[in-house]
Antibody, heavy 113, light 108 residues
Framework: QMQLVQSGAEVKRPGASVRISCKAS????????MHWVRQTPGQGLEWLGI??????ATSYAQNFEGRLTMTRDTNTLYMDLNNLRTDDTAVYYC?????????WGQGSLVTVS | EIVLTQSPGTLSLSPGERGTLSCRAS???????VAWYQQKPGQAPRLLMY???RRATGIPDRFSGSGSGTDFSLTISRLEPEDFAVYYC?????????FGQGTKVEIK
């Protein structure tokens, strides 16, 4: 069983960047593909991207190409989102698994205002 | 991109009743790669089903899933108080992974 603990809430200005972290414990983090998903009241759940277990390959949703960077180290996943807009205000979740999303972090609220 | 449409938007049921949630895809989902998640207020989604019909670890057998191609469903055979929540379907047969807009199961 994997536990994923995310960093805290952030408030950013439009045009700024944000980094969110997701620390894993309880299972072999290096075996898992990892994802970022966000949730907004208006758009529901939206998949952002995936990174392979080695951190050597990523795939991003087209809407986030050029703004999103996913990286990982021994036990932590990171998401960097730049050039923030007000409609990036959302709860951001990390999740593990190649196919279905087996484990989720608790979510990190990012407010862009 | 595969668009998933869930129906109904809200399902009003009493504890002990049976509920069926629908998820329709805009195109065929490869190999039945559909998952269902349950989300309660203030919590992250929790995996219920994957591969359209396989229960995730620890999920009670009152939850069942079925479907193939473009039509999938989640059935809760007898609603327990803890089952009132929002349910999302998701396809992972193609990129981008996409979610339905959710069905809220509320107490009647």
């Amino acid at each position: 069983q994997m536990q994923l603990v995310q960093s805290g809430a952030e408030v950013k200005r439009p045009g700024a960047s944000v980094r969110i972290s997701c620390k894993a414990s309880g299972d072999t983090f290096s075996s898992y593909y990892m994802h970022w998903v966000r949730q907004t009241p208006g758009q529901g759940l939206e998949w952002l991207g995936i990174i392979n277990p080695f951190g050597t390959a990523t795939s991003y949703a087209q809407n986030f190409e050029g703004r999103l960077t996913m990286t990982r180290d021994t036990n932590t996943l990171y998401m960097d989102l730049n050039n923030l807009r007000t409609d990036d205000t959302a709860v951001y979740y990390c999740a593990s698994g190649f196919y279905q999303f087996d484990y989720w972090g608790q979510g990190s609220l990012v407010t862009v205002s | 991109e595969i668009v998933l449409t869930q129906s109904p938007g809200t399902l009003s049921l009493s504890p002990g009743e049976r509920g069926t949630l629908s998820c329709r895809a805009s195109q065929s989902v490869s190999s039945g790669k559909v998952a269902w998640y349950q989300q309660k207020p203030g919590q992250a989604p929790r995996l219920l089903m994957y591969g359209a019909s396989r229960r995730a670890t620890g999920i009670p057998d009152r939850f069942s899933g079925s479907g193939s191609g473009t039509d999938f469903s989640l059935t809760i055979s007898r609603l327990e108080p803890e089952d009132f929540a929002v349910y999302y379907c998701q396809q992972y047969g193609s990129t981008p992974r996409t979610f339905g807009q959710g069905t809220k199961v509320e107490i009647k």
